[in-house]
């Protein structure tokens, strides 16, 4: 999903806003909404709000503890909610600063690695490598609102690197080359770090590391 669509989702969730809020009708001393577009209105946005944002970002943790009920003054708010997060995409500058940081925490291991490699550790370094390329992956979905989770048999379950991959392709946030060189890259590091050094080169690793490097600048966060 590219970042046009993260726009286009953000304000589907706003007309469903609307929506809920036309349902207000009096009973009981208060105002209440429609029962089943208010869950389908928590959920939807709950679940944009944790894969572009995360857990513990405030737009998040506001909208989890304010829109918990059918009252219409909840779904009010979480329209208010959701506004205040359609100013920030569209500005785009949430993306800008976390590109920022993780470029930053990114860059300092994969110097790590080069320094590895350099003094004879392949074998470190190629992990070293993969670590920083899986946690890229799981921040380009993030940005781009691909899941990073399974829910299965009740329990959160976080999709492995090989997915993740397939489904940044799938939504062509990258093309199928770079698609072919992550597996490749997250092939090394898993034997590398289940001790099959036999199965690579230190030379492979040093492609690896040009290969990783070259493939984050060009898929920025």
Same mark, same amino acid.
């Given at each position: ?33 429609? =029962? ?15 894969? =572009? ?18 009252? =219409? ?6 329209? *208010? ?9 569209? *500005?785009? $500058? /949430?993306?800008?600063?976390? *590109? ?17 490699? /350099? ?31 399974? /829910? ?30 992550? =597996?490749? $890259? ?24 040009? *290969? ?10």
């Amino acid at each position: 999903m590219k970042f046009d669509r993260v726009k286009e989702r953000i304000n589907e969730l706003i007309v469903l806003a609307d929506k809920v809020i036309s349902t207000d009708s009096y009973s009981e001393y208060s105002n209440f909404v429609n =029962t089943e577009l208010f869950q389908e209105f928590r959920s939807s946005s709950l679940s944009f709000l944790k894969n =572009t944002f995360g857990e513990s970002h405030p737009f998040y943790v506001e909208f989890n503890k304010k829109v918990n009920d059918t009252y =219409t003054y909840h779904s009010q708010e979480g329209r *208010g909610i959701l506004k205040a997060v359609k100013q920030e995409i569209d *500005g785009e $500058w /949430i993306f800008t600063v976390k *590109g920022i940081v993780s470029a930053e925490i990114f860059s300092d291991f994969l110097e790590m690695a080069e320094y590895l490699l /350099i003094e004879g550790y392949q074998d470190a370094s190629a992990v070293m490598i993969g670590s920083v390329l899986e946690e890229h992956l799981r921040q380009l979905c993030y940005k781009h609102s691909i899941s990073v989770e399974n /829910i299965k048999n009740g329990k959160t379950i976080p999709k492995k690197a090989d997915l993740l991959n397939s489904e940044l392709a799938s939504s062509e946030v990258y093309n199928k080359l770079d698609q072919k060189g992550v =597996t490749s $890259w997250l092939d090394l590091r898993n034997k590398a770090a289940h001790g099959k050094y036999s199965e690579y080169s230190k030379e492979q690793v040093e492609l690896m590391y040009q *290969g990783v490097s070259n493939f984050i600048s060009r898929n920025s966060i």
